[in-house]
């Protein structure tokens, strides 16, 4: 059946590295993808998504493209901010989610 | 208000107690969910809700029973719960149900349940 599979964290970076959570999936089809984001104390916010092969989504700095040869939808950003430190879901469009990635961002 | 609302935000309760989570969405969707979310786990999907007409229900036990009296309200009845259902209930909407393209959804912060 469909499924995402999403890299472990957690993930501890400094201020201002690049980021890299890796995400592939497996889907019959062409699902959309997405990438949710949830702060402590918060539910799940959307981040960015993308519809078909090679749309690249992109918001507050962060993108993914939807690689569909790989079958992966990697989200990245050049330069994180502690205020980035959350939970990290991607997804598929038929409600399927990741495991969630936890990202911790020092100064 | 705007967006989702969920209450209450925090709750315990016995595993003899019979309780309902509240679930309020201010955007005109559609559809409605339930997810469990507990440590350590993938997001759960519960329940599905199409024009207030269930269309989902993901193997959930019994004791959780879902309402959906109209489009912009959903509750979740609790009775006879265990400690493991212990975790943070998160409600979500959508313009249309699953499975269509771009459709994101939209979450409540959650209400996080406790069960002694």
């Known amino acids: 059946g469909d499924s995402v599979t999403q890299m472990e964290g957690p993930v501890t970076l400094s201020e201002e590295a690049f980021l890299t959570i890796n995400c592939t999936y497996t889907?019959?089809?062409?699902?959309?993808l997405f990438w949710y984001v949830q702060y402590p104390g918060e539910g799940l916010q959307l981040l960015l998504k993308?519809?078909?092969?090679?749309d690249k989504g992109s918001n507050k700095g962060f993108e993914a493209t939807y690689r569909k040869e790989t079958t992966s939808f990697h989200l990245e950003k050049g330069s994180v901010q502690v205020s980035d430190s959350a939970v990290y879901f991607c997804a598929l469009n038929d409600m399927r989610f990741g495991a969630g990635t936890r990202l911790t961002v020092k100064p | 208000e705007t967006g989702v609302t969920q209450t209450p935000r925090h709750l315990v309760m016995g595993m003899t107690n019979k309780k309902s989570l509240k679930c309020e969405q201010h955007l005109g969707h559609n559809a409605m969910y339930w997810y469990k979310q507990s440590a350590k786990k993938p997001l759960e999907l519960m329940f599905v809700y199409s024009l207030e007409e269930r269309v989902e229900n993901n193997s959930v036990p019994s004791r959780f029973s879902p309402e959906c009296p109209n489009s912009s309200h959903l509750f979740l009845h609790l009775h006879t719960l265990q400690p493991e259902d212990s975790a943070l209930y998160l409600c979500a909407s959508s313009q249309r149900p699953r499975a269509s393209g771009g459709n994101e959804q939209y979450f409540g912060p959650g209400t996080r349940l406790t069960v002694t």
């Open positions: 889907a019959t089809g062409y699902p959309s």
């Open positions: 993308a519809t078909k092969a090679d």
